[in-house]
Nanobody, 122 residues
Framework: QVQLVESGGGLVQAGDSLRLSCAAS????????MGWFRQVPGKEREFVAT????????YYEDSVKGRFTISRDNAKNTVYLQIISLKPEDTAVYYC???????????????WGQGTQVTVSS
């Protein structure tokens, strides 16, 4: 298992930018696919973005393309989610996740952080 700790969430205004971070420890980070997911109360957790172990390939949910950028720094065991032009509908708890499977297989993510709240006011 890999242990994951998210940070960087908060209360922001529509149009602002934010960078979420996820620090990993435990299972070899460099060989893990990493992802960001989000959840709104009363709804299923949904996939946002994933990245392969080397960082060379990414996969995004259609509605966030162009505003969300996932990246990773394997030297720092950290994965990031840069969000620009935030919208109120981006309000959610954002979770970092890890997988030993292919980065695009969103159902295979099996290690989760505790989440970080992002609230976007209009």
């Amino acid at each position: 298992q890999v242990q994951l700790v998210e940070s960087g969430g908060g209360l922001v205004q529509a149009g602002d930018s934010l960078r979420l971070s996820c620090a990993a420890s435990g299972r070899t980070f460099r060989s893990s696919s990493m992802g960001w997911f989000r959840q709104v109360p009363g709804k299923e957790r949904e996939f946002v973005a994933t990245i392969n172990p080397s960082g060379g390939r990414t996969y995004y949910e259609d509605s966030v393309k162009g505003r969300f950028t996932i990246s990773r720094d394997n030297a720092k065991n950290t994965v990031y989610l840069q969000i620009i032009s935030l919208k109120p509908e981006d309000t959610a708890v954002y979770y970092c996740a890890a997988s030993t499977g292919a980065y695009w297989r969103t159902a295979d993510y099996d290690s989760w952080g505790q989440g970080t709240q992002v609230t976007v006011s209009s």
